[in-house]
């Protein structure tokens, strides 16, 4: 079990600028379409009501906010130069209210086709009560599915079944921590025997917790409500549900996010620690939420960086 924790500061923001929608990272390629846009369900959405289907929500790839999503997708950019075999399902953030998908989404699967990474940009369900029975369990469902299709279908994309992760932002951030701890949970009834289980996950700015003095209003009550019992907020509290099975994980974080502490990621690293976990902590002085993604600051490039070497110290990349 190792653990290594940086506190870097990170550059001075750049003159402050305005970026559209699907704006690059710095030193990163642009912003492409989608190969293919997957089905998730098939028409056959577990535990959803009132929702027509049989048609996918449509969701641009300029797409600032993504809302409302009802029927899940997944969006798939292949890595076409230098392929490694290994693939993740990527969950963009936005307090499970709608999708941060140009940022936290496009543009993260073109960094990670830059390192020979195969991207599956995950389109999940916005967890409501007028469209699907559980709505806690809503997105859970549409991660594990994720990963199930991926791994099933790993020699159709060139794809090694056992080096499939799971990257979060935000809220995608915690869902990427459920699906890490909650991968044998029957939440549905899948139709083959593939293993839900990330084989890695990356966690930036994650919501971890779900106790009120933690974690981000906005998540926790779009999640399981603002009158959620001790054992919910419990169950949801990916700090208090780590296993000697919950897989490696990369977590990175400013100290001055103002919207979800960094304590967050400290403590499911603590956590993993405990239960011998392999996981490496990056936290940094400066950042905000975001970590430079709505500005072109150097932070973003910083994690990518550390990010890029842990996977290839890991195997999971060249």
């Given at each position: 079990m190792k653990t290594t924790i940086l506190s870097a500061m990170a550059a001075i923001c750049l003159t402050a600028a305005t970026q559209t929608a699907n704006a690059q990272f710095p030193g990163q390629p642009a912003p492409k379409e989608p190969q293919k846009i997957i089905d998730l369900w098939n028409g056959k959405i577990p535990g959803a009501k009132n929702v027509d289907a049989s048609k996918l929500d449509?969701?641009?790839?300029?797409?600032?906010?993504?809302?409302?999503?009802?029927?899940?997708?997944?969006?798939?950019?292949?890595?076409?130069?230098?392929?490694?075999?290994?693939?993740?399902?990527?969950?963009?953030?936005?307090?499970?209210?709608?999708?941060?998908?140009?940022?936290?989404?496009?543009?993260?699967?073109?960094w990670l086709n830059s390192i020979g990474i195969?991207?599956?940009?995950?389109?999940?369900?916005?967890?409501?009560?007028?469209?699907?029975?559980?709505?806690?369990d809503g997105p859970l469902q549409d991660a594990q599915q994720a990963i199930r299709y991926v791994r099933s279908h790993a020699a159709e994309y060139g794809i090694n079944p056992d080096h499939i992760g799971i990257v979060g932002f935000s809220a995608g951030g915690h869902l990427a921590s459920v699906a890490s701890t909650h991968f044998n949970d029957e939440v549905y009834k899948p139709a083959e025997n593939v293993s839900a289980r990330p084989d890695f996950a990356v966690l930036v700015y994650p919501v971890i917790t779900m106790e009120p003095s933690y974690s981000e209003k906005g998540t926790r009550e779009s999640l399981i409500g603002p009158d959620a019992d001790q054992a919910l907020i419990d169950r949801f509290s990916s700090e208090k549900q780590v296993t000697n099975e919950t897989p490696t994980t990369f977590l990175a974080h400013a100290m001055n996010d103002k919207l979800v502490p960094y304590t967050n990621s400290v403590n499911y690293a603590n956590a993993l620690r405990e239960k011998g976990v392999e996981c490496e902590l990056h936290l940094y002085a400066r950042g905000d939420h975001g970590l430079g993604a709505r500005n072109p600051i150097e932070t973003q490039a910083f994690w990518h960086d550390a990010c890029e070497k842990w996977l290839r110290m890991n195997g999971w990349t060249k």
């Open positions: 449509e969701v641009s790839t300029k797409s600032f906010f993504a809302r409302d999503i009802k029927v899940p997708s997944i969006a798939y950019y292949p890595a076409d130069e230098n392929p490694t075999g290994t693939a993740v399902v990527v969950c963009p953030g936005g307090s499970y209210a709608g999708l941060s998908y140009a940022f936290e989404g496009v543009n993260q699967a073109a195969s991207a599956f940009v995950l389109r999940y369900r916005m967890p409501k009560d007028e469209f699907m029975e559980k709505r806690c």
